[in-house]
């Protein structure tokens, strides 16, 4: 566009000069913004029912620039639309090619309206959008880890403090560790799509319009549960971005601890488990490797969702009510924050059921550091003795195992009972890693029948509210 063509902005009528070119490439959006053209023009159809509705404009104007609407809908699906960042943003682009197409009614769509709630509406019907297709990837995600859980409810692993071996437990129940976490950030963006589902509109520029509208219509046409009770409010509001990439920002953590596992599990030093070839990548150099990529990116990605929650929250500090140019920020982090999340649900979902576990090694791990010495104090607690004199007779005995180079388990009955004389055969019940998992058999213990039943009630949780 040249710069004499100040006319043929929507605004343009107060304008003496015409924007700077630079100016205009600052302060455009619609290369980034142009994603929510669906619902800006969902919005636009509702505005414009509504409108015919209570009678502010004609019949057959409504149903002229409802059709026109549609078209341009299908000539940016199929690519056919030219976008003009001389227009600014996606709401004049499509405005303008209304009117192109339909001449002075199309100008007649923005009446009681103005561009802070319509890019507020927007935004909304985007994310609400956004939302539902990210629940249900997570869930894909939980039902793969319920999965895992029932089939490796009873292999052994080690269980981990301070990265050092602790306790043995089952690998079912390391699974629903991780399925719990994701539970929790399912519940936190299901109830965040509440507080997204409320439609600015009708706010029009910050203070509601003069026009006798309906926005409890509106916001039926719409799908909104309803129309945001103050105008003011409604139009600058970002904190349902915010609230958004906060539950994002702690979902990736988890998924990021989940990929450092993954990544450490995957290294020749353990050995837990082999990833999925398509989910790796080969070394241009050292022919022997095998990279876990996808763990590595996600872990990666979790710095820009943390990095988009802190660039909303900056936005939005300084902000006197009501709509500020600032908040025409809000979007790349959103945008950012909601292609990263899905896309790292999505490759976690697509590779956790095709990860193959090495029992044998996990099991062989799970020997390692004396993981039992815990049950061998707690046996010594059963058989009357105080359990600060079984932590030291127990003690007494690893620092025997560590010289001799032995196990718990491995150590004959004589010798445990040089530390103790409570000590019975029945001990060694308890010294194996597999009766020590059984053990733990209460609600939330790594008992294979608990992680059985755990998981099982797991999926009746999620699927009762889905
Ligand atoms: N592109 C703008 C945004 O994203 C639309 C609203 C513009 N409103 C205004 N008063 N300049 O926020």
Same mark, same amino acid.
């Given at each position: 566009?040249?710069?004499?063509?100040?006319?043929? /902005?929507?605004?343009?009528?107060?304008?003496? *000069?015409?924007?700077?070119?630079?100016?205009?490439?600052?302060?455009?959006?619609?290369?980034?913004?142009?994603?929510?053209?669906?619902?800006?023009?969902?919005?636009?159809?509702?505005?414009?029912?509504?409108?015919?509705?209570?009678?502010?404009? /004609?019949?057959?104007?409504?149903?002229?620039?409802?059709?026109?609407?549609?078209?341009?809908?299908? &000539?940016?699906?199929?690519?056919?639309?030219?976008?003009?960042?001389?227009?600014?943003?996606?709401?004049?682009?499509?405005?303008?090619?209304?009117?192109?197409?339909?001449?002075?009614?199309?100008?007649?769509?923005?009446?009681?309206?103005?561009?802070?709630? %319509?890019?507020?509406?927007?935004?909304?019907?985007?994310?609400?959008? *956004?939302?539902?297709?990210?629940?249900?990837?997570?869930?894909?995600?939980?039902?793969?880890?319920?999965?895992?859980?029932?089939? *490796?409810?009873?292999?052994?692993?080690?269980?981990?403090?301070?990265?050092?071996?602790?306790?043995?437990?089952?690998?079912?129940?390391?699974?629903?560790?991780?399925?719990?976490?994701?539970?929790?950030?399912?519940?936190?963006?299901?109830?965040?799509?509440?507080?997204?589902? !409320?439609?600015?509109?009708?706010?029009?520029?910050?203070?509601?319009?003069?026009?006798?509208?309906?926005?409890?219509?509106?916001?039926?046409? $719409?799908?909104?549960?309803?129309?945001?009770?103050?105008? $003011?409010?409604?139009?600058?509001?970002?904190?349902? !971005?915010?609230?958004?990439?906060?539950?994002?920002?702690?979902?990736?953590?988890?998924?990021?601890?989940?990929? &450092?596992?993954?990544?450490?599990?995957?290294?020749?030093?353990?050995?837990?488990?082999?990833?999925?070839?398509?989910?790796?990548?080969?070394?241009?150099?050292?022919?022997?490797? /095998?990279?876990?990529?996808?763990?590595? $990116?996600?872990?990666?990605?979790?710095?820009?969702?943390?990095?988009?929650?802190?660039?909303?929250?900056?936005?939005?500090?300084? %902000?006197?009510?009501?709509?500020?140019?600032?908040?025409?920020?809000?979007?790349?982090?959103?945008?950012?924050? !909601?292609?990263?999340?899905?896309?790292?649900?999505?490759?976690?979902?697509?590779?956790?059921?095709?990860?193959?576990?090495?029992?044998?090694?996990?099991?062989?791990?799970?020997?390692?550091?004396?993981?039992?010495?815990?049950?061998?104090?707690?046996?010594?607690?059963?058989?009357?003795?105080?359990?600060?004199?079984?932590? &030291?007779?127990?003690?007494?005995?690893?620092?025997?195992?560590?010289?001799?180079?032995?196990?718990?388990?491995?150590?004959?009955?004589?010798?445990?009972?040089?530390?103790?004389? !409570?000590?019975?055969?029945?001990?060694?019940?308890? $010294?194996?890693?597999?009766?020590?998992?059984?053990?733990?058999?209460?609600?939330?213990?790594?008992?294979?029948? %608990?992680?059985?039943?755990?998981?099982?009630?797991?999926?009746?949780?999620? *699927?009762?509210?889905?």
């Amino acid at each position: 566009m040249s710069q004499d063509d100040k006319t043929s /902005k929507p605004w343009g009528g107060r304008f003496t *000069e015409s924007t700077d070119r630079f100016v205009e490439l600052f302060t455009a959006s619609v290369k980034f913004d142009q994603r929510l053209y669906p619902h800006d023009i969902s919005g636009s159809i509702a505005h414009a029912r509504m409108l015919g509705r209570v009678g502010v404009l /004609k019949q057959e104007d409504t149903e002229k620039i409802i059709a026109a609407l549609e078209q341009i809908r299908r &000539e940016i699906d199929s690519g056919d639309f030219r976008w003009s960042d001389a227009l600014e943003d996606v709401h004049m682009n499509i405005e303008a090619r209304l009117i192109e197409l339909i001449g002075e009614t199309g100008k007649k769509l923005h009446t009681g309206r103005s561009r802070n709630d %319509q890019v507020a509406t927007d935004m909304r019907l985007y994310l609400r959008t *956004e939302i539902d297709s990210i629940l249900v990837i997570l869930q894909k995600l939980q039902s793969a880890l319920l999965d895992i859980a029932e089939r *490796e409810a009873g292999s052994v692993m080690p269980g981990f403090t301070h990265m050092q071996v602790a306790m043995p437990v089952t690998l079912g129940h390391h699974m629903l560790a991780w399925f719990e976490m994701l539970e929790r950030d399912r519940q936190r963006i299901s109830d965040c799509r509440r507080r997204v589902n !409320v439609m600015p509109l009708g706010s029009a520029a910050l203070a509601g319009t003069t026009f006798p509208i309906d926005r409890e219509y509106t916001a039926q046409l $719409l799908g909104f549960a309803s129309p945001a009770e103050n105008s $003011l409010d409604a139009v600058s509001d970002r904190d349902f !971005v915010i609230e958004f990439c906060a539950c994002a920002a702690i979902t990736m953590t988890h998924l990021s601890r989940f990929s &450092e596992e993954l990544v450490l599990w995957s290294s020749s030093r353990f050995d837990f488990i082999e990833l999925p070839d398509s989910f790796c990548t080969g070394s241009s150099i050292k022919p022997q490797k /095998k990279k876990p990529d996808v763990p590595e $990116l996600v872990r990666g990605k979790t710095g820009r969702v943390t990095g988009d929650l802190i660039s909303i929250l900056t936005i939005m500090k300084g %902000q006197p009510l009501a709509y500020n140019r600032d908040n025409q920020e809000d979007k790349e982090p959103l945008f950012d924050t !909601v292609d990263t999340l899905s896309g790292s649900l999505r490759v976690f979902a697509d590779m956790m059921p095709s990860v193959r576990i090495k029992h044998e090694q996990m099991r062989n791990a799970a020997k390692q550091g004396f993981s039992t010495a815990t049950d061998l104090a707690d046996y010594l607690v059963r058989k009357g003795v105080a359990f600060r004199d079984a932590h &030291e007779i127990v003690g007494r005995a690893v620092r025997f195992c560590i010289e001799a180079g032995q196990d718990l388990a491995n150590v004959s009955l004589d010798k445990l009972q040089e530390f103790s004389s !409570v000590i019975d055969k029945d001990v060694f019940d308890f $010294l194996t890693l597999d009766g020590s998992v059984s053990a733990r058999s209460h609600t939330g213990g790594t008992a294979p029948e %608990q992680v059985r039943m755990a998981a099982q009630r797991a999926r009746i949780r999620m *699927e009762n509210s889905a």
